[in-house]
């Protein structure tokens, strides 16, 4: 199978504020992806898994503490206002602020993460940045991406079985991983997004808890989330208010 580009919403050129893709690509040169090294979670080591779910002018943010190997800490929910406009490819400058804002509070709560996993891409993108690459650039952490779909081709027929992948490519560099992390069930899309290897990343992504397509802690969080966009509160969830940088 061959991916498509085509995107369902195309902005044209002359709506990207002006700056935006200046900004993306020095951004993205600071990102460090090694090819050796880097970060390998260690038992024990808190992760912190982000997702969103806009209603209005208002981001709410949910974030999944949890140990490596162990279990889960806390879910944390948070609203913030945005006035940043959703523009495919750019969805950085949407979703980093509040995520950004998010992980401030939880380390002002002594949250203190070694890693960061966004409900969305890293280096798997058009002009290799993501909200993921956002996110680490800013906090100096290890992050990566898991996605429910993909911005950039792939090539090839992803087997069935469990651990299956397939290379996501831009230009002639793989840059995530098409992963089937059940068998049988729906792939999910996984990039590093800083300081993280691909395989280091494509192997958290494998190891993540779940009997779903998602990993738990993502899907704890968009549940949460979902929940708080509604007015509700889920048991069991720790509400911070509202959030600012």
Not at 16 to 28: F, N, V
Not at 72 to 93: H, L, N, Q, R, W
Not at 127 to 135: E, N, S, V
Request: proline share 6%; glycine share 10%.
């Amino acid at each position: 199978m061959v991916w498509s580009t085509r995107r369902r919403y195309r902005m044209n050129e002359m709506e990207i504020p002006e700056g935006w893709e200046a900004e993306q690509l020095q951004m993205a040169s600071s990102v460090e992806i090694p090819t050796e090294g880097g970060y390998v979670p260690q038992e024990g080591d808190r992760m912190v898994a982000f997702d969103i779910q806009y209603e209005g002018d208002i981001a709410h943010v949910a974030a999944t503490s949890f140990l490596w190997g162990g279990e889960k800490e806390a879910v944390y929910t948070a609203g913030m206002e945005v006035d940043i406009p959703y523009i495919s490819g750019y969805f950085c400058f949407r979703e980093g602020p509040p995520l950004l804002a998010m992980l401030r509070h939880l380390e002002a709560e002594q949250v203190t993460p070694a890693c960061l996993i966004v409900d969305g891409h890293g280096l798997a993108h058009p002009r290799l940045f993501g909200a993921a690459c956002w996110l680490g650039d800013k906090t100096g952490l290890p992050t990566l991406g898991i996605a429910k779909d993909t911005l950039v081709r792939f090539e090839g027929e992803l087997a069935e079985e469990r651990g299956s992948t397939l290379d996501v490519v831009v230009g002639d560099e793989c840059v995530g991983h098409v992963l089937r992390r059940r068998d049988g069930i729906r792939p999910v899309y996984v990039s590093p997004g800083h300081l993280i290897r691909l395989d280091v990343a494509t192997d958290i992504a494998l190891q993540l808890p779940s009997k779903y397509r998602i990993p738990d802690p993502i899907r704890w969080a968009d549940q949460a989330a979902r929940a708080r966009a509604k007015g509700e509160h889920l048991a069991n969830t720790r509400e911070c208010g509202t959030l600012s940088l």
